[in-house]
Nanobody, 127 residues
Framework: VQLQASGGGLVQAGASLRLSCAAS????????MGWSRQAPGKEREFVSA????????YYADSVRGRFTISRDNAKNTVYLQMNSLKPEDTAVYYC?????????????????????WGQGTLVTVSS
């Protein structure tokens, strides 16, 4: 599966952004989709994941309650709605995929669990 992320930008603290990731190639419905991020000088960290059906999702503690992941299987697209952004959310955000028809949970909460990656989109939050 090929992934193309978009929607990043420069915003002030407290603002919102919605990232999108369009997928092409093999059956999108067969994939758990996720988002990870990498801040300058830091390792890539897991942000969120959603099951193939959208029936389950999981979030990192740092974003839970502020970010919402969703997907539209008819459009082969996954979204990340980011609200109440903080300067510490500044990072390059990557969408990722892995073949799985299982619900998602804490076992998926690692960037290393995903097989396919798109190019990143930069989110910068100013204070």
């Amino acid at each position: 599966v090929q992934l193309q992320a978009s929607g990043g930008g420069l915003v002030q603290a407290g603002a919102s952004l919605r990232l999108s990731c369009a997928a092409s190639g093999r059956a999108f419905r067969s994939y758990v989709m996720g988002w990870s991020r990498q801040a300058p000088g830091k390792e890539r960290e897991f942000v969120s994941a959603i099951s193939w059906s959208g029936g389950s999702s999981y979030y990192a503690d740092s974003v839970r309650g502020r970010f919402t992941i969703s997907r539209d299987n008819a459009k082969n697209t996954v979204y990340l709605q980011m609200n109440s952004l903080k300067p510490e959310d500044t990072a390059v955000y990557y969408c990722a995929a892995k073949l799985s028809l299982q619900p998602v949970g804490s076992r998926d909460s690692s960037a290393t669990k995903f097989d396919s990656w798109g190019q990143g989109t930069l989110v910068t939050v100013s204070s």
